[in-house]
């Protein structure tokens, strides 16, 4: 874990920093003045690479097949105009919000683009297409963060979540980038396992442990679940309320641990870029209902800096259990194992 801390360090400049600090100043001095603006670049973005996905996970709006929005995949055109755009600012970058990164035909391509700008670069996958081939082409592309999800340590455990998923290929896949890794002499990507507790699977958490020990991974992460309709409860809400991000109230009924804040960092320093190049402004939204702007027509400063997104921030300060999107937000409520 910790060469993955100097390795994100060695990403940073003078021009990146100097942004960085001047977003957490606007951040501060917005907190207190109660006032909008921003006018540095986010240091942490997230790419849609695809909504298309092999599974369907019940508590996944592109499992579920639910979206309003269009699907598709991303251009790569529009992405390198827009990473060559940041590149001064951007510390971090998320190939990924909704769907599977490596459906995508040019995913790698892209990641290579970003890594060669000295960019941070991160992705999570249900590790189903890492054939050895693929494998050592994640290594190559220099991507630095690779986020196995691996919900259960048996077939049956897993697919109650993974559902249409296959353990083995995650198992294989798993071992395909470690030792593509030894074989490449490289200590990148990252490799974590991450395991979201849910209530079919929060009886295996000890095994997963023990199983991220034996395959070699670099870091295992435990994960809280969100969940859409948590007011009546649901079976993937954990029994072990250390693990659940909602707590159950004498009535019966579920209410969201986290306190709801006026005021949220992410606003700030990060956003979310789908597919087609709609701005959103964080991973809470699923289907896009709060577009900002959109690169593919208008640079990403002028998004980042528009009316729409000022005016959304001010809303954010004023009343934030006013925004659909943050009432079922559980920033701070997650839990690393």
Same mark, same amino acid.
């Given at each position: 874990m910790f060469k993955d801390y100097l390795n994100f360090l060695s990403k940073v400049t003078f021009k990146?920093?100097?942004?960085?600090? #001047? /977003?957490?100043f606007g951040f501060i001095w917005s907190k207190y003045s109660k006032g909008n603006k921003n006018s540095y670049l986010p240091v942490a973005l997230a790419f849609e690479p695809t909504t298309s996905c092999n599974l369907r996970c019940p508590e996944c709006p592109s499992g579920l097949r639910s979206f309003t929005r269009?699907? #598709? @995949?991303?251009?790569? *055109?529009? $992405?390198?105009?827009?990473? &060559?755009?940041? +590149? &001064?600012?951007?510390?971090? /970058?998320? $190939?990924? $919000?909704q769907g599977e990164p490596y459906l995508h035909p040019d995913f790698l391509? @892209?990641?290579k683009f970003a890594a060669e700008r000295k960019v941070y670069t991160s992705t999570s996958t249900n590790a189903h297409y890492l054939d050895y081939a693929n494998a050592?082409?994640?290594?190559e592309s220099g991507l630095d963060r690779l986020i196995i999800s691996i919900d259960g340590t048996t077939q049956e455990t897993y697919k109650a979540y993974r559902v249409g998923g296959d353990l083995k290929k995650v198992i294989a896949g798993t071992k395909n980038i470690i030792q593509a890794k030894k074989d490449l002499n490289? *200590?990148?990507?990252?490799?974590? $396992? %991450?395991? /979201?507790?849910v209530g079919p699977n929060e009886h295996q958490i000890e095994d997963v442990k023990a199983l991220a020990k034996e395959m070699g991974v670099d870091e295992l992460r435990l994960k809280t679940a969100q969940i859409y309709d948590y007011e009546n409860g649901s079976?993937?809400?954990? %029994?072990?309320?250390?693990?659940?991000?909602? +707590? +159950?109230?004498a009535n019966g009924k579920f209410q969201i641990k986290n306190k709801l804040i006026d005021h949220c960092w992410k606003m700030w320093h990060s956003c979310v870029i789908t597919w087609d #190049?709609?701005?959103?402004p964080c991973c809470f939204d699923k289907d896009a209902e709060y577009r900002m702007g959109?690169?593919?027509k208008k640079t990403f400063t002028d998004v980042w800096n528009s009316e729409v997104y000022l005016n959304f921030r001010k809303k954010l300060i004023s009343g934030r259990k006013n925004i659909e999107m943050c009432k079922n937000c559980t920033e701070g409520t997650k839990i690393w194992g």
């Amino acid at each position: 874990m910790f060469k993955d801390y100097l390795n994100f360090l060695s990403k940073v400049t003078f021009k990146r920093a100097k942004n960085a600090l #001047g /977003l957490v100043f606007g951040f501060i001095w917005s907190k207190y003045s109660k006032g909008n603006k921003n006018s540095y670049l986010p240091v942490a973005l997230a790419f849609e690479p695809t909504t298309s996905c092999n599974l369907r996970c019940p508590e996944c709006p592109s499992g579920l097949r639910s979206f309003t929005r269009p699907t #598709g @995949m991303l251009s790569k *055109s529009l $992405f390198e105009k827009t990473i &060559d755009e940041l +590149k &001064d600012a951007l510390l971090y /970058l998320t $190939f990924y $919000f909704q769907g599977e990164p490596y459906l995508h035909p040019d995913f790698l391509e @892209m990641v290579k683009f970003a890594a060669e700008r000295k960019v941070y670069t991160s992705t999570s996958t249900n590790a189903h297409y890492l054939d050895y081939a693929n494998a050592v082409k994640t290594v190559e592309s220099g991507l630095d963060r690779l986020i196995i999800s691996i919900d259960g340590t048996t077939q049956e455990t897993y697919k109650a979540y993974r559902v249409g998923g296959d353990l083995k290929k995650v198992i294989a896949g798993t071992k395909n980038i470690i030792q593509a890794k030894k074989d490449l002499n490289s *200590s990148t990507p990252h490799v974590i $396992f %991450q395991f /979201l507790v849910v209530g079919p699977n929060e009886h295996q958490i000890e095994d997963v442990k023990a199983l991220a020990k034996e395959m070699g991974v670099d870091e295992l992460r435990l994960k809280t679940a969100q969940i859409y309709d948590y007011e009546n409860g649901s079976e993937f809400i954990p %029994q072990n309320d250390k693990y659940a991000r909602y +707590k +159950k109230l004498a009535n019966g009924k579920f209410q969201i641990k986290n306190k709801l804040i006026d005021h949220c960092w992410k606003m700030w320093h990060s956003c979310v870029i789908t597919w087609d #190049g709609l701005v959103v402004p964080c991973c809470f939204d699923k289907d896009a209902e709060y577009r900002m702007g959109d690169v593919s027509k208008k640079t990403f400063t002028d998004v980042w800096n528009s009316e729409v997104y000022l005016n959304f921030r001010k809303k954010l300060i004023s009343g934030r259990k006013n925004i659909e999107m943050c009432k079922n937000c559980t920033e701070g409520t997650k839990i690393w194992g």
